[in-house]
């Protein structure tokens, strides 16, 4: 095994070990771990928390002269286990095999949480940066949409990047660019009756149906044209409820609604139209309600900004190819920065294929490009005291 493959490694296995599976969310003691490390190598931390329990780690380490805020991060909550049967390791021991670490969180981010722990160990025993700051942040409560974690860093004023790096699953490739997210609920009633008789109700899930066939017909035609790249604003009805009986007229359904936006949409402007053409069915006043549940805007980060180019730069020297840049299917949280004018982007080792699946797996030599092509890149925006 090469030589700083095994520092990644260990730093991979310390962090397996300790269970972080959200729910419950509880990150405090893989917080305090790396609250540790970034201590010992002269980082100023901070743990910042919202709810008791669910702990964030911000460090910082700054230079001597003014410049750039790099700010890097990685969430430390997993998804639970599963099914235990379907693991073939045990899941909180990191397994080594075939030049693969497995174990819960090894892609899905605990792989870039170690690169980017070694990362900030590597820029302090270099001196530090030598212009603006590094700043490492480790969150939890991403798996729970992020409120908080890195919503609530950013919120409280904890972290203002002009770079803003995140550890996804990205092979080492870039993401630069994000759909925004708008959900909505739809919310009907009527009157209840018996089956025998319908007539003598109102089915609220068939008010719900003329609701949804509307928006389904407007989107069928209106999301169509807005595709940018690879790029695609898309609706999906992820739930529907309603009725509590078979033999009952159903007084009630509840339908909640995902789409996703174009960086060119925003969110205010996508629920007035989902608003617009659900009034415009004609259902009485006061039978239906809609609702914003929550929603952030999408984001592009140029091709030719200094993040962008540095991480071209280091990778095309690391790999001696050209960088890709990728479509983003989810959402991350640099979402919450979308609106802030800055750069955000996504890099890190494996793929996203492996996150959410058991015995999920992060390439160690992945690993080791990701920790080169980070310091390279830190070397180019923030300078490094001892190159």
Request: with cysteine; net charge positive; aromatic share 6%.
């Amino acid at each position: 095994m090469p030589a700083l493959a095994k520092p990644l490694v260990a730093i991979l296995g310390d962090l397996i070990a300790i269970p972080s599976p959200y729910p419950p969310g509880d990150s405090v003691d893989i917080c305090a771990y790396a609250a540790e490390r970034l201590k010992k190598a002269g980082y100023e931390v901070e743990t910042a928390r919202k709810v008791k329990g669910v702990d964030n780690v911000v460090a910082r380490l700054k230079g001597p002269e003014r410049g750039p805020s790099t700010v890097f991060n990685a969430h430390v909550d997993t998804v639970g286990v599963g099914e235990r049967a379907n693991w073939k390791t045990d899941p909180f021991k990191a397994a080594v095999k075939g030049g693969l670490v497995h174990g819960l969180g090894a892609g899905n981010c605990k792989g870039s949480m170690a690169v980017q722990l070694w990362l900030a160990e590597e820029i302090a025993r270099r001196g530090g940066p030598q212009t603006g700051e590094v700043v490492f942040t480790f969150v939890a409560d991403e798996e729970n949409l992020g409120p908080n974690g890195m919503e609530f860093l950013r919120a409280a004023r904890k972290v203002k990047p002009d770079v803003l790096i995140l550890g996804a699953q990205t092979e080492n490739q870039l993401i630069v660019a994000e759909r925004g997210v708008m959900w909505a609920r739809l919310t009907t009633s009527g009157k209840a009756a018996h089956a025998g008789n319908p007539d003598a109700g109102d089915n609220a899930i068939l008010r719900m149906m003329r609701l949804v066939g509307a928006l389904q017909a407007f989107y069928d035609r209106a999301l169509r044209k807005r595709v940018s790249g690879a790029m695609r604003s898309t609706v999906n009805v992820g739930m529907f409820h309603g009725g509590h009986n078979t033999n009952v007229v159903p007084s009630a359904c509840t339908v909640e609604i995902d789409r996703r936006l174009l960086p060119t949409e925003k969110v205010k402007a996508a629920f007035t139209e989902l608003k617009k053409v659900v009034d415009g069915v004609g259902e009485p006043r006061g039978t239906y309600k809609v609702e914003f549940l929550t929603g952030t805007n999408g984001f592009f980060a140029p091709e030719n900004g200094a993040g962008v180019a540095a991480l071209e730069a280091a990778i095309r020297a690391r790999t001696g190819k050209k960088a890709r840049f990728l479509n983003a299917t989810g959402v991350s949280d640099g979402r919450y920065f979308a609106d802030d004018g800055i750069e955000i982007i996504n890099f890190g080792p494996g793929s996203g294929t492996q996150g959410h699946a058991a015995n999920e797996s992060v390439p160690v030599a992945q690993m080791e490009d990701a920790a080169h092509i980070l310091l390279a890149a830190v070397g180019q925006l923030n300078g490094l005291r001892q190159a």
